[in-house]
């Protein structure tokens, strides 16, 4: 399986994005009101996403529950972005929990710690979408939003992580 090895990690390519799109959403924000703002960035954010999860599955060569657990262990996590704790991966389910996020310091120390939802975390099921659109995650908390761990529950009726 090929798997994309970034030339640029992507907590630095989500650092260069906030620190343009974070003070535009604010602008907005002051203009239209923040839940119409925070709406059109993460549908905008949303069709992003997809497009990416797409790429990612034609980069990674197949698009299993298996080659999505490649994706995020490479890209998602690179240089210790993201400490993760895998609990399942099998052909119907990718279980883990993520225990540490940088993207949580970086969105705090750019002044952006209440947009990180919008700019990182609501992503994460559009990615899946686009990368397979029979995966579905079920998430109930994130350490951006003050879980102490991000609980991803990514499922789907074929094909797992032992096909990758």
Same mark, same amino acid.
């Given at each position: 399986?090929?798997?994309?090895?970034?030339?640029?990690?992507?907590?630095?390519?989500?650092?260069? /994005? !906030?620190?343009? =799109? +974070?003070?535009?959403?604010?602008?907005? &924000?002051?203009?239209?009101?923040?839940?119409?703002?925070? #709406? $059109?960035?993460?549908?905008?954010?949303?069709? /992003? !996403?997809?497009? =990416? +999860?797409?790429?990612?599955?034609?980069? &990674?060569?197949?698009?299993?529950?298996?080659?999505?657990? #490649? $994706?995020?262990?490479?890209?998602?996590?690179?240089?210790?972005?993201?400490?993760?704790?895998?609990?399942?991966?099998?052909?119907?389910?990718?279980?883990?929990?993520?225990?540490?996020?940088?993207?949580?310091?970086?969105?705090?120390?750019?002044?952006?710690?209440?947009?990180?939802?919008?700019?990182?975390?609501?992503?994460?099921?559009?990615?899946?979408?686009?990368?397979?659109?029979?995966?579905?995650?079920?998430?109930?908390?994130?350490?951006?939003?003050?879980?102490?761990?991000?609980?991803?529950?990514?499922?789907?009726?074929?094909?797992?992580?032992?096909?990758?």
């Amino acid at each position: 399986m090929q798997a994309p090895d970034p030339e640029i990690p992507l907590l630095a390519i989500r650092q260069a /994005q !906030a620190s343009l =799109a +974070g003070p535009l959403i604010e602008a907005y &924000a002051d203009t239209i009101g923040r839940q119409k703002a925070f #709406q $059109i960035a993460g549908t905008v954010i949303a069709g /992003q !996403a997809e497009a =990416a +999860g797409r790429k990612a599955a034609r980069m &990674a060569g197949g698009n299993s529950l298996g080659h999505l657990w #490649q $994706i995020i262990r490479r890209t998602w996590a690179l240089d210790g972005a993201l400490e993760l704790e895998l609990l399942a991966c099998d052909e119907k389910r990718l279980y883990f929990n993520v225990t540490r996020c940088a993207y949580v310091r970086m969105y705090s120390e750019l002044g952006l710690a209440h947009l990180g939802r919008v700019l990182s975390c609501s992503r994460d099921g559009s990615f899946a979408h686009g990368f397979n659109p029979e995966i579905r995650l079920e998430r109930t908390g994130t350490i951006m939003e003050g879980a102490s761990f991000c609980d991803f529950r990514f499922s789907m009726n074929h094909r797992g992580c032992n096909d990758a």
